[in-house]
């Protein structure tokens, strides 16, 4: 009998405090997350900052600049043009260099398109078809530089190298065409005639070339598009394919270069301000690294300070929006902000507040020494 007023009582204890739990005011019930934040996954996961600091968001750049790492359908239609010219001023881009002008009669349809419609608002870059079967010819280094310097002649401003020569190129034979190749030397030579820059992306983010696993930043990356991976037993290792484009840098010291995305070397500025130390020939710009930047504010000020003859301002993709995250950058000294990609950066931003006469030389002075044909006085002195 005993046990069962026990039981009994207990029963109604377990009840009484259940009932109690849930009439109880909502702040001193259990907060017990809902069955869909364990299954949540990382791309899911924006939380929200609780931090509050000053913002002072950019939406117009302070100078008028010139974009020298920019992608563009040079035939595109006179409507798109005309909208594109018209974002490029609401956030004061000046001009864009369109680096996917190809060659031949495209590079000239893209000219007449671009360059002769909105004068002094479009430069043009010439491509090399690096196809298979042109690379078996013996003369395929000057029959290139001759297309090259026909190119010229319809109005290309410079050379866009991209990132399959050194990585997937091959001749024939199936070798791969190493960026350093001398096959190619006819190439920097007729650059360096006509007086030129050559903007060049070799490699990928150093991240590709390691193990996909938890250790990589790129993880999220990787793991949304495996093709970026560059695994070993198919690529040579980054530090040779990086070795490459610098052994050419060097053989080629009358050819100006242009390195683009930092040399991948966003996140080792030290090891950069040694390339550009050793490389008098080569600038280099920032396009869609900006967020290695932006996470070592005091180190990334202190660089284009000290370099500041020597960089580019680049986005690489057109998308209007984003670049008011590079304004911000550059210009304020902003804390902890957003990127406007997670893959990119699981960190926040800082701004780097650049001096005045640095931003100048960022956003169109540099540049104009490379295109000299641009008409300076139509930039702040």
């Known amino acids: ?91 004061n881009m000046r001009v864009m260099v369109n680096l996917s002008g190809e060659n031949g009669g495209r590079l000239k349809s893209s000219v007449e398109n671009m360059d002769k419609q909105y004068p002094e608002r479009f430069i043009t870059f010439a491509n090399v078809d690096f196809s298979i079967d042109r690379m078996d010819d013996p003369d395929f280094g000057k029959k290139a530089a001759a297309q090259l310097e026909q190119d010229y002649k319809n109005g290309a401003r410079g050379l866009k190298i991209y990132k399959n020569l050194g990585l997937t190129v091959r001749d024939g034979s199936n070798r791969r065409i190493p960026t350093d190749d001398p096959r190619l030397d006819p190439i920097w030579q007729k650059c360096a005639e006509l007086g030129i820059p050559v903007l060049i992306h070799t490699g990928e983010p150093k991240s ?50 242009i390195a683009a995305h930092f040399a991948w070397l966003g996140s080792d500025l030290k090891r950069l301000g040694e390339v550009l130390d050793s490389l008098p020939n080569v600038s280099t710009e920032f396009g869609a690294i900006i967020a290695e930047l932006g996470r070592q504010p005091r180190a990334a000020r202190a660089f284009f300070v000290k370099y500041q003859d020597r960089l580019l301002f680049g986005k690489d993709t057109w998308e209007m929006t984003e670049y008011h995250t590079y304004f911000r950058v550059l210009e304020t000294d902003d804390e902890y902000f957003d990127y406007f990609r997670k893959r990119h950066a699981f960190w926040k931003m800082y701004g780097l507040n650049l001096p005045d006469d640095v931003l100048k030389k960022i956003y169109y002075k540099n540049a104009l020494k490379l295109f000299p044909h641009l008409n300076a006085s139509e930039f702040p002195q």
């Open 1 to 91: 009998m005993f046990y069962r007023v026990l039981s009994f009582c207990l029963v109604m204890w377990c009840s009484a405090v259940l009932i109690s739990a849930q009439t109880l005011p909502p702040q001193f019930r259990s907060k017990q997350a809902p069955s869909t934040t364990a299954s949540m996954t990382i791309e899911e996961y924006e939380p929200k900052s609780m931090l509050i600091v000053p913002e002072h968001p950019v939406k117009r750049a302070k100078y008028p600049f010139i974009d020298v790492h920019n992608h563009q359908d040079g035939r595109m239609a006179r409507q798109n043009l005309e909208r594109l010219v018209r974002e490029m001023d609401s956030i």
């Open 208 to 257: 590709f070339f390691e193990p996909h696993d938890r250790f990589n930043e790129r993880w999220l990356e990787l793991k949304q598009f495996p093709n970026r991976a560059r695994p070993g037993d198919v690529y040579p290792p980054w530090e040779q394919v990086m070795q490459e484009q610098r052994n050419l840098f060097r053989k080629h010291s009358r050819t100006k270069f």
